[in-house]
């Protein structure tokens, strides 16, 4: 439910008590497929949550009970708009705030770099530009920044890269996301922010755009299409389910020191190609209908597509106590099935949204 402004004078005398009580935390991109997750995974711990989003193409328009919470407020609001953000930061006074608004497909960013450029960096810097202003007045929500593990690049075979990795993007997406990461590292260095960065591997699980690999390959079995694996499918890929995530920056949140990033990853590499024969194994044994057209197609690759990432987690493994505990296999089977029950959250989606081939226009 979107609440209204002026939400909290409906309320009775000791629900309005109990709200004011409850932390607040605000979390940009909370309508996308992370955020969708952390915003619930927040709602469930009592939080009060307030969710900047600019709801576009990727965000979530699907039915969702918890949203009906009071303790849930979304405002539509694009992160590039300083005023409005340090208005909100004001109001709500949060204790954090998680900043996971981006732009975030590769594909989309080789075709059109600008809207990564102006999300990603100078959306950033807005946050980052409220937040020094704003701790000149003493308020000073601490800052949970979402980055990725694309900053680091190629990863070679056998080699996993620490928080000390260099940075080295090679897509115009990651070039955005390793250029916010500097900011917030000098805004740390600088202004003494309060603010610690996530580096995280490829997610899956539940509201997951199907622009994205394992989305995509799960709607084209349910719909009886092909099912397009860049090159040869040998890129690699460490997947964590979305949940895990979510746990790991609700730990940063706590216990993440100030000034540090910290790698969230689950050690689970797989090829593009293993991975999509899986989901077809699984979806036969769980006797979902494989239509004739559904058959593997190599297609043309991605230009400049990384051959691998790989994060080396010891550092909030030993650090912050936080490990992954969903099982690959577990969790890829119950994302399915989450798919398979939830046909209508693919129905939202305009089809020209997902089902063009993007990236080649170079
Ligand atoms: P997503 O594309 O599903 O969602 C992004 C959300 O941000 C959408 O709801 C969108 O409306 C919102 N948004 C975009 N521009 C905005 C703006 N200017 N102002 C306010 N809101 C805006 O993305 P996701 O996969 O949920 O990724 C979330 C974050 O996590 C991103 O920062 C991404 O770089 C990072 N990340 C993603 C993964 C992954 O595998 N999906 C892995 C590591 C890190
Ligand atoms: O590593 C974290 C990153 O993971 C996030 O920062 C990004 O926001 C997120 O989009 C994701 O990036 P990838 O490029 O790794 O994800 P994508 O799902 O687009 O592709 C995964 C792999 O699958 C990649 O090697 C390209 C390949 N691929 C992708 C699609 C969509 C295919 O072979 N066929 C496809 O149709």
Same mark, same amino acid.
């Given at each position: 439910m979107i609440l209204k402004d002026n939400s909290f004078t409906n309320l009775t005398h000791w629900a309005f008590k109990s709200l004011i009580k409850m932390k607040k935390i605000i979390v940009t991109g909370g309508s996308g497929f992370i955020g969708s997750n952390l915003v619930n995974f927040l709602i469930k711990k009592n939080f009060y949550v307030i969710n900047l989003d600019k709801l576009t193409y990727s965000s979530n328009k699907y039915k969702n009970k918890l949203r009906s919470k009071k303790n849930y407020k979304l405002i539509k609001l694009d992160i590039i708009n300083r005023n409005k953000v340090i208005k909100i930061i004001r109001k709500y006074n949060p204790d954090v705030i998680f900043n996971l608004a981006a732009e975030t497909h590769v594909d989309r960013?080789?075709?059109?770099?600008?809207?990564?450029?102006?999300?990603?960096?100078?959306?950033?810097?807005?946050?980052?530009?409220?937040?020094? =202003?704003?701790?000149?007045?003493?308020?000073?929500?601490?800052?949970?920044?979402?980055?990725?593990?694309?900053?680091y690049g190629d990863i070679k075979t056998n080699l996993r890269s620490n928080e000390n990795h260099k940075y080295e993007p090679s897509s115009p997406y990651s070039a955005s996301k390793a250029s916010a990461d500097h900011l917030v590292k000098s805004y740390i260095r600088t202004y003494k922010l309060r603010a610690v960065i996530s580096n995280c591997c490829n997610n899956y699980g539940p509201y997951q755009f199907p622009e994205k690999l394992i989305p995509k390959i799960i709607s084209n079995i349910f719909n009886n299409k092909e099912l397009p694996i860049y090159a040869k499918g040998k890129n690699s890929r460490e997947?964590?389910?979305?949940?895990?995530?979510?746990?790991?920056?609700?730990?940063?949140? =706590?216990?993440?020191?100030?000034?540090?990033?910290?790698?969230?990853?689950?050690?689970?590499?797989?090829?593009?190609?293993? =991975?999509?024969?899986?989901?077809?194994?699984?979806?036969?044994?769980?006797?979902?209908?494989?239509?004739?057209?559904?058959?593997?197609?190599?297609?043309?690759?991605?230009?400049?597509?990384?051959?691998?990432?790989? =994060?080396?987690?010891?550092?909030?493994?030993?650090?912050?106590?936080?490990?992954?505990?969903?099982?690959?296999e577990v969790g890829l089977r119950n994302t399915i099935i989450w798919y398979l029950k939830n046909q209508n959250f693919l129905k939202t989606i305009l089809k020209k949204n997902y089902e063009k081939r993007l990236g080649l226009k170079i």
């Open positions: 960013s080789i075709d059109g770099p600008e809207n990564f450029i102006r999300t990603n960096i100078n959306g950033t810097f807005s946050i980052l530009e409220a937040l020094r =202003l704003l701790n000149k007045k003493k308020i000073s929500p601490k800052l949970v920044h979402i980055s990725t593990d694309e900053v997947w964590i389910h979305v949940e895990d995530h979510c746990e790991a920056l609700f730990k940063l949140y =706590l216990k993440g020191k100030n000034g540090q990033s910290y790698n969230v990853g689950s050690g689970v590499n797989l090829n593009n190609i293993d =991975l999509v024969k899986k989901i077809l194994k699984i979806c036969k044994t769980m006797k979902i209908k494989i239509g004739k057209k559904t058959k593997i197609k190599f297609v043309k690759d991605r230009p400049g597509h990384d051959f691998r990432y790989a =994060l080396d987690s010891k550092k909030i493994l030993r650090n912050l106590k936080w490990k992954p505990k969903i099982k690959f």
